[in-house]
Nanobody, 123 residues
Framework: QVQLVESGGGLVQPGGSLRLSCAASGSIFSINTMAWHHQVPGKQRELVAAATTGGATNYADSVKGRFTISRDNAKNTVYLQMNSLKPEDTAVYYC?????????????????WGQGTQVTVSS
């Protein structure tokens, strides 16, 4: 079992910044993928950004150039720095984890999910 605990959500004005954190604990595989997804009511959960222990990253087109995913492998923690936030970024943001790189390569599903943290971008 792997537990994921997110923090850092909140209310921010358009153009502002937020930093999300997700700490993983439990039976963590040394090679893994951690990612951020977001979901708005009535829509499917979508991948925002993913990062592997090997240093690979990918992003949704809608956040490229504005969001940065990073991780501290020693702390089993992944971060999402969100800059130039837009109202359409408003969503619940979920941290996710899978062992290995299968989910990163879209050959498998994320195995564990956090409880989610609300991000609201509004003036």
């Amino acid at each position: 079992q792997v537990q994921l605990v997110e923090s850092g959500g909140g209310l921010v004005q358009p153009g502002g910044s937020l930093r999300l954190s997700c700490a993983a604990s439990g039976s963590i595989f040394s090679i893994n993928t951690m990612a951020w997804h977001h979901q708005v009511p009535g829509k499917q959960r979508e991948l925002v950004a993913a990062a592997t222990t090997g240093g690979a990253t990918n992003y949704a087109d809608s956040v490229k150039g504005r969001f940065t995913i990073s991780r501290d492998n020693a702390k089993n923690t992944v971060y999402l720095q969100m800059n130039s936030l837009k109202p359409e970024d408003t969503a619940v943001y979920y941290c996710a984890y899978c062992s290995g790189y299968g989910c990163y390569q879209k050959r498998g599903a994320y195995e564990y999910w956090g409880q989610g943290t609300q991000v609201t971008v509004s003036s």
